[in-house]
Each structure stands twice: as structure tokens, then as C-alpha cells.
């Protein structure tokens, strides 16, 4: 039992806590009288219901003793944060964070400088929020050293301890509790977490680019990513300078998505969120080190262009909105009907709209039909003049809603030479 009454629920029946390779790594801890418990997002995860993926390990041996323990049994371990009290132990191609239980003495960021310990409530207490400092017996025994259980069954995010201590020992815990708001969280932010993100949030300016990316797209994406977003900009939390939120445009591009059968697409979301105009997303690539295709992705959807028209069924017809596709390409009609849709007055389920953006399943833009060679067979000396005539020649193919018989291809091929003049 908890301290309020409730009783946790066992993991005995999780299928990733009984698969062999789990049962191994915490049966060779314990053989050589070592305690060993499994913590933090696969337990939460599996208590609600959702995804478990990686499985952390927490254990009383000390990391020398982990290693050698692994190996004696003929398993690969890796000191990947030794110094931190982490083992990676590798079982039949699974891998296993396997960590000392341990205190932090000094916190730096994402580093800190730690000692061991025997203690689990000791362990716990050097946790982010309480529904993280949960672990589960081999057996499925669930140990709640902190009461994180009822605040995961109410859906509650919360800092262990006193939010200031926490968020001073690693500012990102203020972006994690709206992320994780977003993915786990029930009704309103804690009261009193929020306070403490939005008294201390000038710590995020000193964060790594690549640290808020992360955090923030993970948000962006979560089932709660509306909630949390109004909750950051009410706090006055994110620092985008210059940059103006549409919180509309989002809402309705996650309405689109989801009428759509789609999956939430991050990336997108933050360019209906905060991009407008190609300074909006050079600005972002750089505050927040994007990748090359998230930056490309920012890039398309700013600013207007020609080919905007072809995207709304109201103004075009579609055979201008073959022309518009053509001239676009799928990957920037499909970024910008969607975010110039949520920017729109019409209907997040509106099925002109749908239509008009499945336009590449029914065509997909056909390639030139001429090269130079082609040019080049027709007696057109090599040079600028090759591609004035590939260009008269293509807006005569668009214009003429891309024909494909060989003989209105050459004769339209005929015609762009004596239109260019070569």
C-alpha cells in the first residue's frame, strides 16, 4: 500500500519484465546478493498502459561489480557512464542500462558528481518527478519509495522535493515537465512545478540548442502538446525573441492530422506554431541546431508563394493545381497545404481540402519529357541557349497541362526553339 491507501498495481504479467534476457540480468545481480530493480519509464510506461522500449536497471552492486558479474557470464558489458554508476550489459542483442543506486553531491546540467549508495529512497530522491521514481521486483513487485504511484494514476506530474532544487540541478527539467505534461499529464500543470518553471525559466537561455530541440519536438508531438504549449506561453517560458505563436494554426493543423489519420508531425507543428517568414525558420534551425531535413521542412512552409493558390480549392481549379504541384514538388505541397490549411478559415475537415492535398496520389508530377540531348539532337549548339529552350519548352508543357504524346512533345519542343531564338 501507498501512503494515501492506494494499492499499486504489479507488473507480473508484463511481457518485457518476463522475457528471459530481463529475467537474466536481474537473476545475476541477485545470485551474487545483490538487490536489482527495473525503474523509471518502462514501469511508468507499462503501469499506463502505453509503449515500453528501453529497460533501465537499478541495482545496489557497484559498476566494477556489474561489469565483472557480465562477463564472468559471458555477456558484453560497456562502461558507457561508469563514472556515473551506469553499465550497459548486452543480452542476446538487448541492451540494459544497469545503474548504481547512487546520490548527487554536485549537479552540472546533465552532469553531476555522485556517490554511491545502498538506499533506494535515496536514489529516488535525486529523480526529476515522482512518477519517474517507481521500480518493480523481478517478480513484478512494484516499490514506491516516494508516493509516485497515486500521482501517476491521477495523471500528475510532479517534482520530487522542492521544484527549485530540481530545476536549479538541470534546467531542462523545465521544458521535461511540460513535455512530459504533455505525454502523461491529466487537467492542469501542478501549481506549483508551474510556478517554479516560470520563476526560474531564464536558466533555459543557457541550454544547448540541441538539449530544447529535443525536449521540444518530443512535446510538440505528445497527445497533450496543445495544453502544454498554452501552458509555456502563459508562463512566458519559451524564448523565441522576435518569433509570434500561433497557437491557432497548431491546433488546427493537430486537428487536421488527426482527421487525417496522421501521425503527429513535430516538426510541422512548430512551423504552424512559429514560422511565418523565412527569417522565422533560419532563426529556429540555429537556436535550436535542427537537422538539415527539419530545417528544410521550417523553410517550406514560410513566406508565400505563387504556388500557394494551387493549394486552395476555392481559388483554383485543378489543373492549376497540377501546375502549382509541379512547380512545388510533393514534400513542399504536402508541409505547406497542411499548415496553410490550419492557417485558413476552412474547416479542419473539410473535404475539398483533403482532396486538394492527396492531389499527388492521384498524379504524380511527371518528369521533363525533354532533356539536352534532346536540344542538342535538334542542331543547337551547346551553351546558354540550350537551357532557354528546356525552359520555353517546360512552361509550354505546364501551360498546356503536361501532355505526353511523343508527337505534341516535339512539336512543342520545335516551338521553344523558335520561341528562345537559338
Not at 68 to 77: E, M, Q, S, V, Y
Not at 111 to 120: E, G, I, M, N, Q
Not at 134 to 144: A, E, H, Q, V, W
Not at 237 to 259: K, N, T, Y
Request: charge should be neutral; hydrophobic fraction near 45%; proline fraction near 6%.
Amino acid at each position: 500500500m501507498t501512503a494515501d491507501g492506494t494499492k499499486p498495481a504489479g507488473l507480473r504479467q508484463a511481457t518485457w519484465l518476463s522475457r528471459p534476457e530481463t529475467q537474466t540480468v536481474l537473476r545475476l545481480l541477485e545470485q551474487a546478493g545483490h538487490q536489482a530493480r527495473v525503474v523509471g519509464g518502462s514501469v511508468r510506461n507499462a503501469l499506463m498502459g502505453t509503449a515500453v522500449k528501453d529497460i533501465d536497471i537499478a541495482t545496489t552492486a557497484l559498476p566494477e561489480e556489474t561489469m565483472r558479474l557480465a562477463r564472468a557470464a559471458g555477456f558484453t558489458a560497456h562502461p558507457t557512464g561508469i563514472e556515473h554508476g551506469t553499465v550497459t550489459i548486452v543480452v542476446d542483442h538487448l541492451p540494459f542500462e544497469v545503474t548504481t543506486l547512487r546520490r548527487d553531491i554536485e549537479t552540472f546540467g546533465r552532469h553531476a558528481r555522485v556517490t554511491f549508495t545502498k538506499d533506494w529512497a535515496e536514489d529516488a530522491r535525486r529523480r526529476d518527478f515522482t512518477i519517474n521514481a517507481l521500480y518493480c521486483g523481478r517478480d513484478g513487485t512494484l516499490f514506491d519509495p516516494l508516493g509516485g504511484y497515486p500521482d501517476l494514476v491521477a495523471r500528475r506530474v510532479r517534482f520530487i522535493g522542492a521544484p527549485h532544487d530540481r530545476i536549479r540541478e538541470d534546467y531542462l527539467r523545465i521544458l521535461r515537465f511540460f513535455r512530459f505534461f504533455a505525454e502523461y499529464g491529466h487537467g492542469s500543470p501542478d501549481p506549483a512545478g508551474l510556478a517554479a518553471c516560470a520563476a526560474m525559466r531564464s536558466g533555459i537561455a543557457h541550454l544547448s540548442g540541441e538539449r530544447i530541440r529535443a525536449e521540444l519536438l518530443r512535446l510538440l508531438a505528445a497527445p497533450r502538446a496543445i495544453d502544454a504549449v498554452a501552458a509555456l506561453i502563459g508562463a512566458d517560458i519559451l524564448d523565441v525573441e522576435h518569433l509570434s505563436f500561433d497557437q491557432r494554426a497548431m491546433g488546427r493543423l493537430a486537428a487536421i492530422e488527426a482527421g487525417l489519420g496522421r501521425a503527429p508531425d513535430a516538426v510541422l507543428r512548430l512551423a504552424a506554431l512559429l514560422v511565418t517568414q523565412p527569417a522565422d525558420a533560419r532563426h529556429l534551425k540555429e537556436r535550436l541546431r535542427l537537422s538539415s531535413a527539419e530545417a528544410d521542412t521550417l523553410a517550406r512552409v514560410a513566406g508565400a508563394r505563387p504556388e500557394d493558390r494551387g493549394l486552395d480549392p476555392e481559388a483554383t481549379d485543378e489543373r492549376h493545381a497540377r501546375a502549382a504541384l509541379y512547380r512545388s514538388g510533393t514534400a513542399a505541397w504536402d508541409a505547406r497545404g497542411l499548415v496553410l490549411w490550419a492557417r485558413s478559415h476552412a474547416d479542419t475537415e473539410d473535404a475539398a481540402r483533403r482532396q486538394r492535398l492527396a492531389l499527388p496520389e492521384r498524379w504524380p508530377p511527371p518528369p521533363l519529357p525533354v532533356s539536352g540531348r534532346d536540344v542538342l539532337a535538334l542542331g543547337i549548339a551547346p551553351g546558354p541557349g540550350v537551357g532557354e529552350v528546356i525552359r520555353a519548352f517546360e512552361a509550354w508543357w505546364i501551360a498546356e497541362d503536361f501532355p505526353n504524346d511523343p508527337a505534341r512533345i516535339a512539336a512543342g519542343l520545335a516551338a521553344a526553339v523558335a520561341t528562345a531564338g537559338a
